[in-house]
């Protein structure tokens, strides 16, 4: 076509990046396409130069990623049995308070985790009182580390202590274990800083009662493969981290034969399989520690930029990288953004608080949420919301999940491996479903949402990955 011919044609617009023209178009009544486009690391000089830095060893990289999504993607998770902590999680001292995210001083911890490890105190015998409990917890007498430098995973507070009871799960490929504690259930809980008399009651009938019986049932199963359930559950309508009805509904299906062979009395084992019936989050608990084992056995592979972890503590956001280990890369964590409960506002929120973002990281929860269309009447948003997250993923992820298939997207695979430089050049941020706590301790949850990582925790961990290959490659 001659120049001169072009504007004589229909236009078509294509308005890239500023929108301050689209408000143009629009008055003028010309069609367009908007392209929200940015440049890469958001324009930001320092990880420009970061990525240009790296291109020279992209061929390793590319290898040391295959390989780690090879890792995760062949981890087997089967759940061998239920302990106590003390018993079966690595390191796990007398007088240690585990807790989710990344490291904190207990001075700078958040209500909900300084109330629910007023609970384990108390749980524990160490103190009689909730005054003496907070006297004790304030003290150089407790120590606090993080659920992940133990293999372990906690909901929300996260906080686990040495006398609790955690289901061990295996991965059968690799040979590494990861723990997490039972699921409470919903109302008071001590995941969300509740700590009454009623709740440790729960807390010690599980220890009591609930943990022997199912200890013994999954050691007549033979052990049960949660990896599967996963996969089941993300084709009936779960995402497995905000909605568990499917999965929970399946695992009781699976034990409870077992659960009624045990030598406990009857009404013992009517009580367990009641208490796991009425819990549709019961679930969450061994979709997390699934999500760890798997991620886990691929920790710690040179020139992997895949994302193991993410994690928050009601304070701060952090995220760790093959390649780097157990470094944590932290900045303060946002507030998720959803629907709350009548009553509560959101000045009432605690910042974004748990480990369950342990399921995004191996491509379930958030980034499964078109599997789970039903989930957007929980944390807000539409149906093509939940549709149109679950595509994006794909942006930042190294491969997809063959085992967990989206039904409504033609059982499109969901995308998992987050990948530190794909977050970087492309500004899309992984997209996390969760629930909201109270910043009180106490008062529990008053809601869920949506919520994505700081980015700052890439860039930091960007700039160290280069920081790390420079080391690598020295002669």
């Known amino acids: 076509m001659a120049i001169q011919d072009l504007f004589q044609q229909p236009l078509k617009i294509i308005n890239i990046g500023s929108p301050s023209f689209v408000a143009d178009y629009d008055l003028q009544g010309v069609d367009h396409i908007h392209l929200d486009w940015k440049p890469p690391a958001n324009g930001d000089l320092a990880l420009i130069r970061a990525l240009s830095e790296l291109e020279p060893y992209r061929d390793q990289i590319d290898a040391a990623n295959r390989e780690a999504v090879t890792r995760v993607k062949q981890s087997e998770a089967r759940l061998v049995g239920i302990k106590l902590a003390k018993e079966v999680v690595p390191n796990l001292k007398d007088r240690m308070i585990l807790h989710a995210g990344p490291w904190i001083r207990y001075e700078d911890m958040a209500g909900p985790v300084k109330g629910a490890i007023a609970g384990a105190i108390l749980y524990e015998g160490w103190a009689q009182t909730l005054e003496e409990a907070e006297v004790l917890a304030a003290s150089n007498t407790i120590t606090y580390e993080p659920c992940h430098e133990h293999a372990a995973v906690g909901p929300m507070a996260g906080v686990m202590s040495p006398s609790m009871p955690v289901h061990v799960i295996y991965n059968e490929t690799y040979g590494n274990y990861a723990y997490c504690t039972v699921n409470e259930g919903l109302g008071k809980v001590l995941r969300f800083g509740a700590n009454d008399e009623s709740v440790l009651m729960r807390l010690r009938w599980i220890q009591e009662v609930f ?174 919301d939940a549709l149109n997250y679950s595509i994006q993923m794909n942006e930042i992820c190294l491969d997809q999940n063959e085992n967990f298939t989206i039904p409504t997207l033609d059982f499109r695979p969901t995308a998992f491996g987050i990948d530190v430089l794909k977050v970087i050049e492309t500004n899309v941020l992984p997209i996390i479903n969760t629930g909201i706590a109270h910043k009180e301790a106490g008062v529990g949850q008053v809601g869920a949402g949506l919520v994505h990582p700081p980015y700052e925790c890439f860039a930091k961990a960007l700039l160290a990955f280069v920081e790390q290959v420079r080391k690598d490659v020295q002669p």
């Open 211 to 384: 943990m022997p019986v199912m200890d013994e049932a999954i050691q007549l199963s033979g052990g049960i493969d949660i990896k599967n359930l996963v996969a089941q559950a993300v084709q009936m309508g779960d995402e497995c981290h905000n909605r568990n009805k499917a999965s929970s509904a399946l695992f009781l299906r699976e034990i409870v034969g077992s659960i009624m062979s045990t030598h406990a009395s009857r009404e013992q084992q009517l009580a367990v399989v009641e208490f796991i019936r009425k819990n549709e989050h019961y679930f969450l608990n061994l979709s997390m520690p699934f999500a760890k084992v798997s991620m886990d056995a691929a920790r710690e592979i040179p020139f992997s930029t895949l994302v193991t972890s993410m994690a928050r503590n009601g304070v701060e956001f952090g995220i760790q990288i093959s390649a780097t280990g157990s470094k944590w890369y932290t900045y303060q964590a946002n507030y998720v953004q959803g629907l709350l409960f009548s009553g509560y506002r959101a000045e009432d929120a605690a910042r974004d608080l748990g480990d369950s973002t342990i399921t995004e990281t191996r491509g379930i929860g958030g980034f499964a949420m078109g599997s789970a269309p039903a989930i957007v009447q929980f944390v807000g948003g539409r149906v093509a």
